[in-house]
């Protein structure tokens, strides 16, 4: 089932994460999927790119999941922007210091291909409809 998106920006610096999880938007239906490898690209891409989701990792080479997530909730054009955090990082405290930095989404890796598919429904569920 194609899910309502036309553009995830993909955030990680794995190579291996980014193939996987870019293949996983792109067999629910989104037809294109930028993928970056640290926070300051993202943040930069943010500048001017409008996707309908962001899918960080926590762990990266510069400005951190965490950090991006508060750089999208202060920036008042794209603070209603969703954002899936999909990180090893799995210890209660983790998903909840990412919730409150404004992440809408956690999922832990290793992960199911279900187990993202709803995660990622969950996501966008919450987001209020643009009509």
Not at 89 to 113: C, H, I
Request: charged share 20%; net charge negative.
């Amino acid at each position: 089932m194609a899910l309502p998106l036309r553009t995830v920006l993909l955030v990680d610096d794995s190579l291996m994460y980014r193939k996987l999880l870019g293949d996983l938007f792109r067999d629910l239906g989104v037809p294109e999927v930028v993928e970056l490898p640290t926070g300051w690209a993202a943040m930069h891409y943010l500048r001017e790119g409008r996707p309908d989701l962001v899918c960080v990792d926590l762990v990266l080479p510069d400005v951190s999941g965490f950090g991006l997530c508060g750089h999208i909730r202060a920036t008042p054009e794209i603070a209603n922007l969703p954002v899936l955090v999909v990180s090893s990082r799995n210890q209660p405290e983790d998903k909840a210091r990412a919730m409150r930095a404004g992440a809408s989404g956690y999922l832990s890796k290793p992960f199911t291909v279900e187990d993202f598919h709803e995660c990622v429904r969950q996501v966008l569920a919450a987001v209020p409809s643009q009509t």
